[in-house]
């Protein structure tokens, strides 16, 4: 089970990971949470004022978090005119006004979740150089949103815009400085992929 997620008897998942991974996986969680920045600094007391609070209505400037909280109105496949696209612009506004705080708080509690339970393991394997780390289903859900989230910090980080550029990465020398970020990137996707398939099984 090194390295692959395997299903639980009644549900969830689980994996063995060894403290390198563990502190490699926290590290990155921890870096995706303060790239997405804090929650609002008020809470009015009032779930349904909270719930329709405004949001951003401008895209983020870093392109991390434009591309964790991409426009939901456009499509760079198929190129708009400028009166579609102002169009694009102006309902993209509007949705991001209503729904970029709420995804930024879903995202932020996917990766407290993952570090919370590496935390947890960390301190029940004390000194064992690693641990079996079991999720229930909702935490399965949470790892994987983060799990995605971070593929995606990475992937644009490293430039990737399609298959060709993940086949290219493969080939990368030892000696290019985006290695260990690769490497990384790859090792992630793997983690994804079993947790898709222990949770579909």
Do not use: C, H
């Amino acid at each position: 089970m090194p390295g692959t997620f395997e299903p639980l008897p009644g549900g969830g998942a689980a994996v063995a990971l060894d403290d390198v991974e563990i502190s490699i996986i926290r590290s990155l969680a921890v870096q995706l949470l303060e790239l997405i920045g804090p929650g609002p600094a008020e809470d009015s007391g009032d779930p349904l004022a909270d719930l329709f609070a405004e949001g951003p209505s401008e895209p983020p400037s870093d392109p991390v978090l434009r591309r964790l909280f991409p426009d939901a109105y456009s499509d760079p496949e198929q190129p708009a005119s400028p009166r579609d696209a102002e169009e694009q612009k102006a309902y993209s506004a509007e949705f991001r006004r209503y729904t970029e705080n709420d995804l930024r708080a879903g995202k932020r509690d996917s990766a407290l979740a993952v570090i919370r339970s590496l935390d947890a393991l960390s301190s029940a394997s004390a000194g064992e150089g690693g641990a079996v780390l079991k999720l229930s289903p909702a935490e399965s859900q949470q790892w994987l949103g983060a799990l995605n989230d971070l593929r995606l910090a990475i992937g644009s980080r490293l430039e990737i815009t399609d298959d060709e550029d993940t086949d290219l990465l493969y080939r990368l020398p030892d000696t290019d400085p985006r290695k260990p970020m690769v490497m990384a990137y790859l090792w992630l996707g793997g983690l994804q992929e079993t947790l898709v398939g222990t949770l579909m099984a």
